[in-house]
């Protein structure tokens, strides 16, 4: 006997608050996976922007009711994208990954589609080159900027650096800096040859790779630069936006104040933005 999900006599599933299907997942290594769900039809939002998302958490003992866990993700993927794409962090007793990572397609998620966010190009003002700092998870903003056509429309030379402790957690950024670079949908709406704009720096803190260290430490060296073969940052020509751990933050905020640039906002833009809502 099969069920018609049409007869209004069918009993109807449960469906969680604000829910969103599941399509993919991808584990990149033991403590991170990324994952793409359905796009609810009204939501729109700038590139570099993050939602909240989560699950139902465990019934209340006394009462039986289940409130939400909800978490700040960026959004991965671009906003012209039919679908939306998280990048995570696993952590075994957390209250929310150490059951987000065991979704599977078909899943069910919850979202609210209120976008927000500081990593914006609206909380910049305009400039020659855009660097993008990134440790950890904190790629995944910059996974959507960097496939916005505004990003290469608006700079001359866009550099993103990533740094983590493994060679394993550069995987997911490394995949996309390549899908990106021979993305022939990217260059029908930007115009041939704008990933000869895009300059990609990984580096790693623990294990071993072809450039290692802390990416503040190789800009106080002054390596960075020399690598790249670009001049220091200047509030004339270079803009920057920051999303990683709080440590990495306040960090690069005080190495980009000594630059000579100034924090912005969406509410008052200026040469670089930081992302305070999560930390990875």
């Known amino acids: 006997m099969s069920l018609d999900v049409n007869d209004p006599a069918t009993p109807k599933l449960p469906t969680l608050p604000d829910a969103q299907t599941v399509t993919a997942v991808t584990h990149w290594t033991d403590r991170l996976f990324s994952f793409r769900v359905t796009r609810p039809a009204s939501l729109r939002f700038r590139s570099g922007e993050f939602v909240m998302i989560g699950l139902m958490g465990d019934p209340d003992p006394k009462t039986g009711k289940q409130k939400p866990l909800l978490r700040a993700y960026s959004i991965a993927s671009p906003s ?25 397609p078909g899943d069910q998620i919850i979202l609210r589609p209120k976008p927000v966010g500081t990593l914006v190009h609206d909380a910049l003002l305009p400039g020659k080159r855009l660097w993008l700092f990134a440790t950890g998870t904190g790629f995944a903003p910059f996974a959507s900027l960097l496939r916005d056509p505004q990003t290469f429309t608006d700079y001359d030379e866009v550099i993103i650096t990533h740094t983590c402790r493994e060679v394993g957690e550069l995987a997911y950024g490394a995949a996309l800096i390549d899908e990106i670079r021979g993305d022939e949908m990217l260059a029908e709406l930007i115009g041939e040859g704008f990933a000869d704009k895009l300059r990609y720096y990984p580096t790693t803190t623990r294990e071993q790779s072809p450039k290692m260290g802390r990416i503040t430490d190789l800009m106080r060296a002054g390596e960075v630069f020399a690598d790249l073969g670009v001049a220091p940052l200047s509030p004339e020509t270079d803009r920057a936006m920051v999303c990683g751990n709080l440590a990495f933050n306040l960090e690069i905020k005080e190495l980009l104040e000594g630059y000579g640039l100034t924090e912005g906002a969406n509410s008052k833009p200026a040469e670089y933005v930081v992302e305070k809502a999560f930390l990875d």
């Open 80 to 104: 012209w994208d039919e679908e939306l794409e998280f990048y995570s962090i696993k952590v075994q007793d957390g209250p929310l990954t150490s059951r987000l990572q065991h979704i599977q």
